[in-house]
């Protein structure tokens, strides 16, 4: 009973040290369902393939990004990513976004993961840049699920 009540604590100030020493992330706003949705899925091959060496799998890569985070499986994700930045590229012509995720990892290497959204699965934040600002491009950092849990 004390080791289990030592290992709760002893994560619990894991956490609490881990949250003080990241960045100010983006709100909120600056994703949406579909694109989160999107990259889970997209994020999942690619890290699975990084990890492999690891022993970590897709199936656990996929769970830990689908909301049920394996501790072990997100502090590999987190050495292995560096950062993810959406691109959002909007051609007036058409009624759909072009999404590219380009994924920076620690090793030096990128992938690039695109797609397209319709309009209205932009995040809010950026229709908003793109019709305040009359621009066609705009960018946003991605935080993984856990990240922005409170």
Request: aromatic fraction near 6%; hydrophobic fraction near 40%; glycine fraction near 4%.
């Amino acid at each position: 009973m004390h080791l289990l009540l030592a290992l709760a604590v002893a994560l619990v100030v894991y956490l609490i040290l881990r949250k003080r020493g990241r960045k100010v992330r983006v709100a909120l706003s600056s994703s949406s369902p579909a694109v989160d949705r999107w990259l889970r899925e997209s994020l999942a091959g690619v890290l699975a393939t990084k990890l492999a060496k690891l022993g970590i799998d897709r199936a656990h890569v996929a769970s830990t990004l689908g909301g049920d985070p394996d501790p072990s499986v997100v502090s590999e994700i987190e050495k292995c990513v560096k950062a993810i930045e959406i691109e959002y590229r909007r051609d007036p012509q058409r009624t759909d976004l072009d999404v590219r995720a380009r994924v920076r990892f620690d090793d030096g290497t990128e992938e690039d993961l695109t797609t397209k959204i319709p309009w209205t699965d932009a995040p809010a934040s950026v229709r908003d840049d793109f019709e305040k600002k009359a621009t066609t491009r705009a960018f946003r950092t991605w935080d993984f699920p856990w990240m922005s849990a409170s």
